[in-house]
Structure formats: C-alpha cells, structure tokens
C-alpha cells in the first residue's frame, strides 16, 4: 500500500541542482511527525538522507549532504521537499519519502521508525 508519492527524479549532470517533492496519499500532512528521506543505490543498502521534525524547525542530515541538500516540509500544502545541490556520482539512487505516524525517538535515522513510505523516484546523476 502507497501512503506517500514522490516526484521530481530524472537524469542530471553532475553539479546540477534537483528538488524532490513527497505528497500524501489520502492523508494530510499534519497527521505526521517526522518526515524524511531515504535513498537506495545500485547494490547497496537502503540509507537514511534527511529528515525533519513536524514543525519544520529540526532538521538533520547523513554527512555526506551537509551542506549540499536542503529539506523542507509545508503541513498546510502537505508537501515535503529535498533541494539537492551540486549532484555528485554517488548520489545516483532511488529516493524515497517516508513518514511517521507517531512519535518516535530524537532526530532518528532508522528506518524502521518510519511507518509510511512512498515507493520511490530515480535520480541519475551523469558525468
């Protein structure tokens, strides 16, 4: 079952910018918590990107997008953004959107904690 729908994936060149979005799919975005995005590469392991706390006002971010990828959430529009810069090789993956239903720990990258999910969108960074 779909919960969340994400958008925005394509093929870019490297140092390009990219912004993804996550929508709700039959739910507002107010019944959420936090919210994050995960991504999948080719032959590796589901990892954790960004996440964002329900007001907006805590972000945190795995180390290597610091600084680079922005993440953003609007609970009146139900949308969750990821502003991607300066595309790098490795940040090709499929991303997904996930959410969560009830409180969880502080600032948690797991994604067990995160019940709802999307089911992806392909990001192609090319050289």
């Known amino acids: 079952q779909v919960q969340l729908v994400e958008s925005g994936g394509g093929l870019v060149q490297v140092g390009d910018s990219r912004r993804l979005t996550c929508t709700a799919n039959?739910?507002?975005?107010?019944?959420?918590?936090?919210m994050a995005w995960f991504r999948q590469a080719p032959g590796k392991d589901r990892e954790f990107v960004a996440a964002?706390?329900?007001?907006?006002?805590?972000?945190w971010f795995q180390d290597s997008v610091k600084g680079r990828f922005i993440i953003s959430r609007d609970n009146r529009k139900s949308i969750m953004g990821l502003e991607m810069n300066n595309l790098q090789p490795d940040d090709t993956a499929v991303y997904y959107c996930?959410?969560?239903?009830?409180?969880?720990?502080?600032?948690?990258?797991?994604?067990?904690?995160?019940?709802?999910w999307g089911q992806g969108t392909q990001v192609t960074v090319a050289s």
């Open positions: 039959g739910r507002t975005f107010d019944t959420y918590y936090d």
């Open positions: 996930a959410a969560a239903g009830a409180r969880g720990p502080y600032e948690t990258t797991r994604a067990a904690d995160y019940g709802a």
């Open positions: 964002i706390g329900f007001t907006g006002g805590t972000t």
